[in-house]
């Protein structure tokens, strides 16, 4: 045996001991989570402040700021610039009290809800944030439902302390009745709106005063023990007892701050603050690291996979093309969910068997980019994305691995998209499937195989006026919409065999989507429920099951 040879395999053993070791402190320091909320419940004001705290930003308003002054990335960004709405979803990484935290940023718009569908597929956490004086609205309860789905743990919290809301005990009442999901206060408020005096926070015993953070400071809270006779001089007198009073009815009523039960997404950790004031978010951010789930183990093919499994792997969840119109890019968001990710490693593509090496990986800070050299269970990166990748993809080291994929979710509306100029046919199809793979909208096709224009089903309207503007902008056609007056989307458990079991169906128009599976088109909830109440055995779902293994049909 020659010298190198004897010493190699120690060497080996040492630098896997080594990267084993880095891969175990990098998963225990990583914590995820996106923010799920109503437009204008403040979460842009939110993520400034935690932004603020992570030191990534030195100024809060740098988010909006950097918004509105951002040079034209790409064409269709200019229509995020008219309307001045947020259609992009990006990724904010942060450092904070020796935790590396991802905040997997959503549009904000919700025409473009099912890009945060997307991108709560790959989140390990979700925050939910109410306006106090509003309560749970619609789009926060939509969201929620595609939490519940892969029970994902849920923080609340509840924002505009500092303006007159509902009051919290009715707060609590609404999630736990509505959202069928325990609630566990982690501070209580004292007062509201002009009597806002602060926080007791239900853990330490102590009282936490409120006070206005300085415009781009972090905030000095002054925390005070209840027995503190300084108290009696700061806050009022009936204010604290009508507070204490509370938490003695809840401390009554006997739920515990259950761990497994917040893991397990049954139990939601409640906080109130306000963002705008910058009160209550460093208490926030502290106690989600501590009770906050780290990367978690995905379902595969081959069973869970650990994060900890010391090979790569991880899968895509967003796709975005021409984010700059200059080099036709497309980039695809992978979500790191097991082994360390370096620079150009070489990967397997589970779906088409090919080997790729992944020499630009980019690190996304909203519009801004910047090239990684490695990422860990939990991270996001941006992988360019030659036309290969398609939601749901798994890209492995070592042995096969491949992820379950991201369901596809309702749409509301549809309508169909006319191609006037036969001579363009070429173009309209590849935009039409490129848009479809890229999933910035659902392309559904009648059953009827004459009528071959696509149908677009999207979730709002601006979703296919993005379309439509990006066919014209990047593939030089012309489009007409002819809305068709469907409002809600059903697939068919069981496929066409269920279907033809029950006959002919009324008021609704059977299609079918891009892996030929039956979908029924309604024009109300009223006419969905009487199909249901008529044929008791049909089972219908508002979320279509990942198909993998089959090639989508394209136009
Ligand atoms: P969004 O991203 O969820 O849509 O909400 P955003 O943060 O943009 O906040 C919506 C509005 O609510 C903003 O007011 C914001 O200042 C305000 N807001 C957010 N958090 C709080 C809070 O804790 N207390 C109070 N009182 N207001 C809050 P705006 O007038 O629409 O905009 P701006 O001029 O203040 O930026």
Partial sequence: MTASSSQSPNTDASSDDNLQSRLIKAVNNRRNFAIISHPDAGKTTLTEKLLLYGGAIQQAG????RGQQRKVTSDWMELEKQRGISITSTVLQFDYSDNTINLLDTPGHQDFSEDTYRTLAAA???????????????????LFEVCRMRSIPIFTFINKMDRPGQEPLRLLDEIESELKLST????????SGELFRGVID????????????????????????????DINKLVERELLEKALEELELLDMAGSQLDQDLIHSGDLTPVFFGSAMTN?????????????????SARSSSDGLIDPLRPEFSGFVFKLQANMDPRHRDRVAFLRVCSGRFEKDMTVSHARTGKTIKLSRPQKLFGQERAVVDDAYPGDVIGLNNPGMFAIGDTLYAGNKVEYEGIPCFSPEIFSWLRNPN?????????????????????ILYDTDESKRDPILAAVGQLQLEVVQHRLENEYGVETRLEPMGYQVARWV?????????????????????????????FKNDWNLNQLLEDHSDLKLSSVAPVVSGVEPINL
């Fill in 184 to 191: 566990w206060p982690v501070n209580w408020p004292i007062g």
């Fill in 422 to 442: 036969p001579s363009a046919f070429k173009n309209f199809r590849k935009g039409v499937n490129q848009l479809r793979e890229e999933g910035a909208v659902q």
């Fill in 493 to 521: 458990d069981g496929g066409w065999k269920s279907l033809e079991n029950i006959g002919r169906v009324f008021n609704c128009k059977t299609v079918q989507d891009a892996w030929s599976r039956p979908v029924l088109l």
């Fill in 279 to 295: 009160f209550g978010v460093r208490p926030f951010l502290d106690a989600f690291l501590q009770m906050a789930h780290g990367p």
């Fill in 124 to 142: 390990d956490n979700a925050v939910m944030l109410e306006d106090a004086a509003k309560g749970l609205e619609p789009q926060t309860r939509k």
């Fill in 62 to 65: 740098a988010v909006k700021a």
């Fill in 202 to 229: 239900r853990r330490k015993k102590q009282v936490i005063l409120f006070s206005r953070a300085e415009r781009g400071k972090q905030s000095e809270e002054r925390h005070l023990s209840l027995d503190d006779p």
